[in-house]
């Protein structure tokens, strides 16, 4: 797929980016700099892993204001559901996609092959980097702008409730349980630094419940989470959605 200019991306979101180095660093992934660094060992090229960070934590404080402010009505454990909702890996990957961020990603020459343009962790992975990279250009309330215009439209039409986040599910069930621990371990990474694979397995109460693979471990953890579900009659295989009458 031939990547667009990153200098086009603020006139598509309507938005006025000053670093547009920082940007670029937004939607540069590990494997890009791998190879980069390999052909040019001279060059200084950063990947996204920061941004992302610090995105992460924007994110999430600017969801929990909007939850708190505009729905009174909610309760802490509502809250914290929705939330997760909202900032889990298959909700941010599909915000990517919609904005068309699948477009300006600088990826390595192996992860483009193997459809990593595609690829949910890396797509909310430069979701939460592009909000890093607003929140240093312009702030908190250009982060709040930028949601309140892309986002808070899909979330008002009730989209949040249509993702399920299994790890929340799965702790929110052990905690009935007389708040039985719920504890994940990644046994396994497999593949190079910039295609890294997990196995993450999760246990309750000691026992181990569920395994998880996953090309991020946020991916492998809730497929870990899903099995043990699956396991505990939660989840319904077919559909995927929660028994609402175990929860």
Request: negative net charge.
């Amino acid at each position: 797929m031939q990547t667009k200019p990153i200098a086009s991306l603020p006139q598509a979101l309507g938005i006025a980016f000053h670093a547009l180095d920082l940007l670029e660093t937004a939607f540069t992934h590990t494997s890009y700099v791998h190879d980069h660094k390999t052909e040019h060992p001279s060059d200084k090229l950063v990947d996204n892993e920061r941004l992302e960070f610090l995105g992460d934590a924007v994110l999430g404080l600017v969801i929990s204001r909007y939850l708190y402010f505009v729905e009174p009505a909610l309760s802490e454990g509502d809250m914290t559901k929705w939330r997760a909702a909202i900032v889990c890996e298959a909700s941010l990957a599909d915000f990517a996609k919609t904005l068309g961020f699948q477009h300006y990603l600088r990826l390595g020459r192996g992860e483009e092959q193997s459809g990593g343009r595609s690829r949910s962790s890396i797509l909310a992975d430069a979701f939460e980097a592009f909000i890093g990279a607003l929140y240093i250009d312009q702030g908190l309330s250009g982060v709040e702008a930028f949601i309140e215009r892309h986002i808070i439209p899909r979330i008002e039409r009730g989209e949040r409730q249509r993702t399920v986040d299994h790890k929340s599910a799965l702790q929110e069930w052990a905690q009935r349980e007389d708040g039985r621990n719920v504890e994940y371990a990644i046994i396994a990474e497999n593949g190079p630094a910039h295609a890294r694979s997990f196995v993450a397995q999760v246990s309750i109460a000691g026992v181990m419940m569920g395994q998880g693979y996953g090309r991020s471990k946020k991916e492998a953890e809730q497929r870990a989470a899903e099995e043990a579900l699956l396991k505990l009659g939660l989840l319904t295989e077919s559909s995927g959605d929660m028994d609402e009458r175990h929860l």
